[in-house]
Nanobody, 128 residues
């Protein structure tokens, strides 16, 4: 079974930066597309960013474009989310998730139902 583990959350002041990392382990035969979602207090979980298994394509929600960068790590099925110019409204639990490219078509990026494996989440708090 694939396990997804996030790291790197914490507390940062508005305008600061934070880097989240994620690793999906347990399946060396599949290169997964990977994405980040977040859930703010009292709100639903929403899409933040995603990257293809090869790293050649990325997608972002409008609210983070120009501030967040998603990238593949050097190790198989790892991904990073570099967050800059953080705002209090970025405060949320950030979840990493993995999707098998062989089980989805082209329309998978922001669709939570397409992601088969999820991490437990890491808290990001941006103070004003």
């Amino acid at each position: 079974q694939v396990q997804v583990v996030e790291s790197g959350g914490g507390v940062v002041q508005a305008g600061g930066s934070l880097r989240l990392s994620c690793a999906a382990s347990g399946d060396i035969y599949t290169n997964y597309h990977m994405g980040w979602f977040r859930q703010a207090p009292g709100k639903e979980r929403v899409f933040v960013a995603a990257v293809t298994w090869s790293g050649d394509k990325t997608d972002y929600v409008d609210a983070v474009k120009g501030r967040f960068t998603i990238s593949r790590g050097n190790v198989q099925n790892t991904v990073n989310l570099q967050m800059a110019s953080l705002r209090p409204e970025d405060t949320a639990v950030y979840y990493c998730a993995a999707v098998n490219p062989g089980s989805v078509g082209d329309n998978w990026w922001a669709l939570q139902t397409k992601y088969a494996f999820w991490g437990q989440g890491t808290q990001v708090t941006v103070s004003s």
